[in-house]
């Protein structure tokens, strides 16, 4: 079956350093590949989505890049602040599967000042 | 745009006592979903309805667990008789159609003691 497979938590950084949150995943066909967000109290929010290999999905500063090859979408940041501290959730769909969402196990994030 | 309402937000019951959580989607959303989170794991599917129809329930304990949403709106999940293990988060989302975006409700924590 479909699996995502994230580095675990937590992950603590010191303000301004940069971030990689590792996931690759496991599925037969071709997923559409999404990072969400669950700020404390929270409920999910998308953060970025990749739909095809190659792909780069964007948003708030954060980046991944769908890599067929090695079946991975790693999370990056340039530049972390205090409020980025969250719980980061990679997670795949399949067209033929009814768009159902797979999740990995989360990563903890927790950014210093 | 109201986002996704779920109560109660908390509920905390023994084991072998009954619970119902209910589920508000975004208005216009044909699509609604249904997910566990267990404390340190990544959400997981129980069940995916489109319009007042079961798209999907394959992962859904039917022994004990029961979900309707009788107009194709709100939506009802029921776990009787509850066991220790059903401690979780449950995640309502709901999306447009079954191929767009799913944004998430708040959660609805509970407790089995």
């Known amino acids: 079956g479909n699996s995502v497979t994230q580095m675990e938590g937590p992950v603590t950084l010191s303000e301004e350093a940069f971030l990689t949150i590792n996931c690759t995943y496991t599925?037969?066909?071709?997923?559409?590949l999404f990072w969400y967000v669950q700020y404390p109290g929270e409920g999910l929010q998308l953060l970025l989505k990749a739909t095809k290999a190659d792909d780069k999905g964007s948003n708030k500063g954060f980046e991944a890049t769908y890599r067929k090859e090695t079946t991975s979408f790693h999370l990056e940041k340039g530049s972390v602040q205090v409020s980025d501290s969250a719980v980061y959730f990679c997670a795949l769909s399949m067209s033929n599967a009814g768009n159902m969402l797979t999740f990995g196990g989360g990563t903890r994030l927790m950014v210093k000042p | 745009e109201a986002g996704v309402a779920q109560s109660p937000r908390y509920k905390i019951i023994e084991k072998r006592q009954s619970v119902a959580f209910w589920c508000n989607p975004i208005s216009g959303h044909a699509t609604l979903y249904w997910y566990q989170q267990i404390l340190g794991q990544g959400p997981k599917l129980l069940i995916q309805?489109?319009?007042?129809?079961?798209?999907?329930d394959s992962q859904l304990p039917k022994d004990r667990f029961s979900a309707e949403r009788l107009k194709g709106v709100d939506s009802t999940l029921k776990i009787q008789p509850a066991k220790l293990e059903d401690s979780a988060v449950y995640l309502c989302a709901s999306s447009q159609d079954r191929y767009n975006e799913q944004f998430f409700g708040p959660g609805t924590r509970l407790t089995v003691l």
């Open positions: 309805f489109q319009n007042n129809g079961v798209v999907d």
């Open positions: 599925a037969t066909g071709y997923p559409s």
